[in-house]
């Protein structure tokens, strides 16, 4: 064998191994049979590169082969992955191919979420692609309206503040700064009295006890009472208490109307008359009894008759002895 046929050779096989090399740094594997293709479309891919590996599930299965645009007019600007994967593991077109960060030092994967309900997805089949956001892009979205509105709000307060000093003049100014003062004094006056206020409930502690323990027994006995006088039935007392007073308004018609003995003493004159005539006549023969009992109650051996009545004595209370 000739040093030219030896030179071609080796020139040949070194040729082979650097296009190998350079399809395994990218990823692919020139021997492998096996491997199907999918695509994948994105409107923003993040950063992801060729030769990023394709995990299922954690487990790495393939890689990235290539990224190109869309030609379509229609989808201009978007982008299409193309994946080969190494495995034949299946999975429905429904399958999500997400681009995540793979670490916080940068660097993006792409996982495929496999489903499985509906039609097996083939080599050369599109699958649906989402992109999640990393830890720097999802604080950079939360944080961006709040930067602008903080912008906003620290523009309102400079317009606000250069508004008070337009309005505020220097003899303003120190009205302002005497009342910023008396407040001050204020709030330490009022910081002075409530540590007062905590001195003397502290000083106090035991007669607030024994007040509150004296309100709790009053309490106490109030809810006592109370049960009492639900159980007392006051309802039948009440209902009892309106039927007296029902005949007591009835007797007292009554009587106003004449009706019975008591009407009658109360309306009739000429009863009123006769009894006032009996109790004078009765007060006169007792006076009479008391001044002559001898005429009333008489004993004479020798036959004396008892002197007759006199009403003019009777009348100046005096004896008819």
Do not use: C
Not at 272 to 294: H, I, V
Not at 299 to 316: D, I, M, Q, R
């Amino acid at each position: 064998m000739s040093k030219e046929l030896k030179t071609g050779i080796v020139a040949v096989v070194v040729i082979a191994l650097f296009i190998w090399g350079y399809n395994f740094l990218k990823g692919q594997d020139l021997f492998s049979t096996n491997a199907r293709h999918f695509f994948v479309e994105y409107n923003n891919i993040n950063g992801l590169k060729e030769a990023s590996s394709v995990t299922i599930n954690g487990l790495k299965v393939g890689n990235v082969d290539e990224i190109s645009f869309n030609e379509n007019p229609e989808k201009k600007g978007n982008l299409i992955v193309k994946i080969s994967l190494n495995t034949d593991f299946k999975f429905s077109k429904n399958s999500v191919a997400k681009i995540y960060s793979a670490s916080l030092m940068g660097g993006q994967s792409l996982a495929i979420v496999p489903k499985y309900d509906g039609e097996i997805a083939k080599s050369g089949d599109y699958l649906k692609g989402e992109v999640e956001s990393d830890i720097f892009s999802s604080v950079g979205e939360k944080l961006n309206p709040i930067q602008a509105k903080l912008e906003n709000v620290l523009v309102g307060a400079d317009s606000l503040f250069m508004g008070v000093n337009d309005i505020l003049d220097e003899k303003s100014r120190q009205s302002l700064n005497r009342s910023i003062l008396g407040l001050e004094r204020t709030i330490s006056d009022v910081r002075k009295t409530l540590a007062s206020v905590n001195t003397l409930l502290a000083d106090n502690k035991d007669n607030l006890d024994a007040t509150l323990a004296n309100t709790k027994k009053i309490t106490d006995t109030f809810s006592k009472v109370s049960d009492d006088l639900a159980k007392a039935n006051l309802g039948e007392s009440v209902k009892k208490l309106e039927a007296t007073l029902s005949n007591v308004n009835s007797l007292l018609a009554d009587m106003k109307s004449g009706k019975g003995t008591l009407g009658k003493l109360m309306t009739d004159e000429t009863m009123y008359t006769n009894l006032t005539n009996a109790s004078k006549e009765m007060e006169e023969l007792l006076r009479e009894m008391k001044l002559n009992p001898k005429r009333f109650v008489h004993f004479s051996l020798f036959g004396k008759k008892a002197k007759p009545y006199k009403e003019v004595n009777n009348t100046n209370n005096v004896s008819n002895k």
